[in-house]
């Protein structure tokens, strides 16, 4: 199973038709598509516009999707605290893109740091780090730091366990167990 495969079988049963749910990386618009299905509101935000224009056209049919063409940086411009239940990352690059559309380290840092102080207590922060693609394992080392140092709860970690495969990391937020 793959780690796209794997989230959403995760998520399937986490989110219901009352949730706002945040797509931090809206890419072709899959993963929004799919949080649209489930959710009442789904936020998606990209800083491509062929990414957003594309995720647009996946999402057709559904009224329930507020995109952003802003880095997902801006989250708390759009979204309020206590708003959001789940915020999904699937990091690296625009597939059938050039990695210019790539994420970049330390602004993932910030919208991840921003993502957990809107999350709602007993909420999900979902994170795909793709280890072989420009920057990745900057990246992942960069926010496997802070989420360790920072004493995250990680409910679950994802790989198939082959070279550089990509890693997911399921956080919940449990502020009674938490100082942030
Ligand atoms: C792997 S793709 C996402 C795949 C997508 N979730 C899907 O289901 O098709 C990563 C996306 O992150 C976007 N991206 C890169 N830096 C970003 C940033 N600072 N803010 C928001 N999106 C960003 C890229 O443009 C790209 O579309």
Known sequence: MNNNTFVHKYIRPLIS???????????????????????????AFDISETAIKRSKEKTKDF?????????????????????????LFNLGYLPGSDEDTCTEKNETLKAFEKAYAL???????????????????????LLDDYI????????????????DSPI????????????L
């Open 17 to 43: 038709k009352k949730d706002t749910v945040v797509d931090m990386t809206a890419g072709n618009g899959n993963d929004t598509l799919f949080l649209a299905r489930l959710a009442k509101k789904v936020h």
């Open 63 to 87: 009224d329930n999707i507020e995109f952003h063409l802003t880095s997902h940086g801006n989250v708390d411009r759009y979204v309020r605290k206590d708003e959001a239940c789940l915020f």
């Open 168 to 179: 997911t990391y399921i956080i919940y937020k449990d502020q009674s167990k938490t100082e």
């Open 148 to 163: 360790k140092k920072n004493r995250f709860q990680i409910l679950e970690t994802y790989s198939q366990q082959k070279m």
């Open 119 to 141: 999350l709602k207590d007993k909420g999900y922060l979902i994170v795909t780090f793709y280890l072989r693609q420009k920057g990745g394992y900057e990246e992942y080392y």
